[in-house]
């Protein structure tokens, strides 16, 4: 069983940034592969971004890649996404996930077994 945290989120101006921060509870953070997905007010819930369980392997959705960076730290069972450039369409709840049968990356969120709360981004613009 994971616990999953997500922080950091917040109201910010367009070509801002923000970090999101998911803290993970337990002693195998690094056994899973972990991944963002975000839900805006409407739409589905969709992929941001993904990394591998040792942190080698990176996977990015169009619309981030070279905004959005997503980095772990496993000895503080903590991964984070770096957003830069923040647009008016980045604004969502973002979810942070924890796949347990992943050995690299996915960017299907039916393979992610562990799921927590969300944290709002809202960009302005």
């Known amino acids: 069983q994971v616990q999953l945290v997500e922080s950091g989120g917040g109201l910010v101006q367009a070509g801002g940034s923000l970090r999101l921060s998911c803290a993970a509870s337990?002693?195998?953070?690094?056994?899973?592969?972990m991944g963002w997905f975000r839900q805006a007010p409407g739409k589905e819930r969709e992929f941001v971004a993904a990394?591998?369980?040792?942190?080698?392997?990176?996977d990015y959705a169009d619309s981030v890649k070279g905004r959005f960076t997503i980095s772990r730290d496993n000895a503080k069972n903590t991964v984070f996404l770096q957003m830069n450039s923040l647009k008016p369409e980045d604004t969502a709840v973002y979810y942070c996930?924890?796949?347990?049968?992943?050995?690299?990356?996915?960017?299907?969120?039916?393979?992610?077994?562990?799921w927590g709360q969300g944290t709002q981004v809202t960009v302005s613009s």
């Open positions: 337990g002693r195998t953070f690094s056994r899973y592969a």
């Open positions: 996930a924890a796949a347990a049968r992943v050995m690299n990356t996915s960017t299907r969120d039916t393979v992610y077994n562990y």
């Open positions: 990394i591998s369980r040792s942190g080698g392997s990176t």
